[in-house]
């Protein structure tokens, strides 16, 4: 059982100042964090205990030193497109990889590994599937406003180059289009080069009924 919403999580949960510390010291990091920028930090809320058995695989078995040990996330400021172009669901068509609605950061470590040196794609797929999990929620609350839950029904994600370790890269999501229960979703994910070294699509769906 659940005894809390997205909306409450990412409202009251703090964001970790070390991981803002940590990602500000990185070039690449520091324009989203700039008091300038179009983004804002939000908790990551899964990288948090809840007290209860869910996002353990987050905030348990990938939260330590030599896994992803820091994880920061973004979103885009309410208000910072006065009135952006929409398609016929409201979807914002401004966004996109130059325009991204929800960014992580994510430092990764050699326990993730499959080759050496490298991280394995279950776990890049994973941190795709939560950072576009996160962005649609985000999305939901604050732009489009629906209640109900979201299921991840199909990702694909294409690997480009491999993400060596250690190493930090960002993610960058944003809403495709949406029809009905199902939501569109795309994503990168960059080295801090801004390499691109993996891409991903996703569809998630607006359950029936509660969780
Ligand atoms: C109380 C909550 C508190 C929240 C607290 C928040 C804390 C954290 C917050 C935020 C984190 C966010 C991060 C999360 C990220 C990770 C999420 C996961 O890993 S989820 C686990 C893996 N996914 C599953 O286990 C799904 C298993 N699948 C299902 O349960 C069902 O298949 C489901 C619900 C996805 C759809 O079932 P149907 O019965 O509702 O819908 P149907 O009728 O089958 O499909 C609806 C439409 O979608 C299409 N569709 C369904 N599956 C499709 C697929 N795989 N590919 C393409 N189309 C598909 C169908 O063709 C249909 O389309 P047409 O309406 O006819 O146009």
């Given at each position: 059982m659940y005894n809390h919403t997205y909306k409450e999580l990412i409202t009251k949960l703090q964001v970790s100042q070390e991981d803002v510390d940590f990602f500000a010291n990185m070039p690449f990091a520091r324009p989203y964090i700039d008091?300038?920028?179009l983004y804002q930090p939000v908790p990551f809320?899964?990288?948090?205990?809840?007290?209860?058995?869910?996002?353990k695989f987050f905030n348990?078995?990938?939260?330590?030193h030599d896994t992803i040990p820091r994880a920061l996330a973004f979103m885009q400021r309410p208000?910072?497109?006065?009135s952006p172009p929409t398609d016929?669901?409201?979807?914002?068509?401004?966004?996109?990889?130059?325009?991204?609605?929800f960014i992580t950061f994510c430092q990764i470590?050699?326990?993730?590994?499959?080759?050496?040196d490298t991280a394995h794609g279950g776990v890049l797929a994973a941190l795709f599937d939560e950072t576009l999990g996160l962005c649609a929620e985000s999305y939901r609350v604050f732009v489009s406003e629906e209640g109900g839950h979201l299921l991840t029904a199909s990702l694909q994600v294409s690997y480009r180059s491999p993400v060596r370790t250690p190493s930090a890269v960002i993610i960058k999501t944003w809403m495709r289009r949406k029809e009905g229960r199902k939501w569109f979703l795309e994503a990168q994910l960059l080295d801090q080069d801004g390499l691109l070294k993996a891409e991903a699509k996703s569809l998630y769906i607006g359950l029936k009924s509660a969780l």
């Amino acid at each position: 059982m659940y005894n809390h919403t997205y909306k409450e999580l990412i409202t009251k949960l703090q964001v970790s100042q070390e991981d803002v510390d940590f990602f500000a010291n990185m070039p690449f990091a520091r324009p989203y964090i700039d008091n300038t920028s179009l983004y804002q930090p939000v908790p990551f809320v899964s990288r948090h205990d809840k007290g209860d058995l869910s996002d353990k695989f987050f905030n348990k078995a990938i939260n330590s030193h030599d896994t992803i040990p820091r994880a920061l996330a973004f979103m885009q400021r309410p208000g910072s497109l006065h009135s952006p172009p929409t398609d016929e669901n409201g979807i914002d068509l401004s966004q996109g990889a130059e325009n991204p609605f929800f960014i992580t950061f994510c430092q990764i470590e050699s326990g993730v590994n499959g080759y050496i040196d490298t991280a394995h794609g279950g776990v890049l797929a994973a941190l795709f599937d939560e950072t576009l999990g996160l962005c649609a929620e985000s999305y939901r609350v604050f732009v489009s406003e629906e209640g109900g839950h979201l299921l991840t029904a199909s990702l694909q994600v294409s690997y480009r180059s491999p993400v060596r370790t250690p190493s930090a890269v960002i993610i960058k999501t944003w809403m495709r289009r949406k029809e009905g229960r199902k939501w569109f979703l795309e994503a990168q994910l960059l080295d801090q080069d801004g390499l691109l070294k993996a891409e991903a699509k996703s569809l998630y769906i607006g359950l029936k009924s509660a969780l």
